[in-house]
């Protein structure tokens, strides 16, 4: 962590309060695919490929390339005969079709709750729909699902957007990417009904258990923090949330990979400083902001648990070590 001898609270030896979130850090999807990449690692050895960040959390990518995995961004990337797995934002039929095409030995580290909207994806354009997703333009885990049927599906970001569809089919779904802001997808999703008032509902939301808490857990302790910091890398979706939501209520927040980029000015008369980690990001890394910040003058640490979370991901036959299950899947 930077320097921060210079702040008033710790030349005066006030206590400063950290109110940590919870849940916050690993959700059970990026655990479960780090375990994956872990696991090929050890049973296959150096180097296992995995096509793109596995999650988008630079400590994480950065701890297994000294490992031996090997980040690539495309599958051309892969030598033959190799082992690749796909990160936990899913893939495209497309690139499925062409490991297979390739003889690849893949492992799939596609989060189950991100499959899942896959195959909503498969049945909703099946059945005739225009399938409205919402999600961000470029992120991987859209590139993926927009591939599910790119001929029956739209992407929109805002609900601007959504008024600004030219398209009249008159039976039109909608779908959500996993990490995006509750209440600003409630917002296109209202916007959608006006637009389209047949819309089809899906029957349960596409915003993960884990996007959610951690936002619900942030909207718990934002009206007593100065500041909240969120612990999480640039690209990661659920994080960047994070610090909007905090934001949008007015509270300063920052987003850091670890304790070393917090600035010393953040925290000038600073009282209570709100903490949480996106779901890619590592627990110890919270940790790490914790005794950084305990390490430059007295602290208490208090933590506001507003649910406890046991989803828990069974791992693909291919890195389980026992015989097959009949399905992958999700248990909690
Ligand atoms: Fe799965 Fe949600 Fe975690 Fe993404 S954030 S990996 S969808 S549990």
Not at 213 to 236: F, M, T, Y
């Amino acid at each position: 962590m930077a320097d921060v001898s210079s702040d008033e609270y710790v030349q005066n030896g006030v206590t400063r309060r950290i109110l940590l979130a919870g849940p916050r850090s690993f959700c059970a999807g990026v655990e479960r695919a780090i375990e994956i990449v872990e696991r090929a690692l050890e049973s296959r050895g150096a180097p296992v490929y995995v096509r793109k960040q596995i999650v988008h959390n630079v400590s994480v990518v950065d701890d297994l390339a000294g490992r031996g995995a090997v980040f690539v961004e495309e599958l051309e990337e892969v030598p033959d005969g190799s082992t690749v797995v796909f990160s936990a934002h899913g893939v495209s039929p497309a690139v499925r079709e062409e490991a297979e095409e390739r003889g690849l030995d893949v492992i799939d580290g596609t989060c189950p709750l991100v499959a899942k909207v896959h195959a909503k994806a498969r049945r909703y354009a099946a059945r005739g729909d225009t399938v409205v997703l919402i999600g961000h333009a470029g992120h991987e885990e859209v590139e993926g699902t927009l591939g599910e049927a790119p001929e029956s599906m739209v992407l929109v970001q805002t609900a601007e957007e959504v008024r600004e569809l030219s398209m009249a089919d008159p039976q039109v779904s909608y779908l959500t990417q996993t990490t995006l802001g509750v209440d600003e997808t409630a917002e296109v999703v209202d916007a959608l009904r006006e637009r389209f008032p047949l819309l089809y509902e899906p029957p349960s939301e596409d915003i993960c258990y884990a996007t959610t808490n951690r936002q619900n857990a942030l909207k718990a302790i934002i009206p007593e923090a100065d500041l909240v910091l969120v612990v999480g890398s640039a690209n990661s979706s659920n994080s960047v949330r994070l610090v909007e939501l905090s934001r949008y209520a007015g509270t300063p927040a920052e987003l850091i990979d670890t304790a070393e980029d917090i600035r010393p000015e953040w925290l000038e008369g600073v009282r209570t400083i709100g903490l949480t980690g996106g779901a890619s990001a590592p627990p110890a890394l919270v940790e790490g902001v914790v005794s950084a910040l305990s390490a430059h003058g007295p602290v208490t640490v208090e933590e506001r648990e507003i649910a406890r979370e046991t989803v828990y991901f069974d791992l693909p036959s291919a890195v389980r070590g026992d015989a097959p299950r009949p399905a992958d899947g999700l248990s909690s």
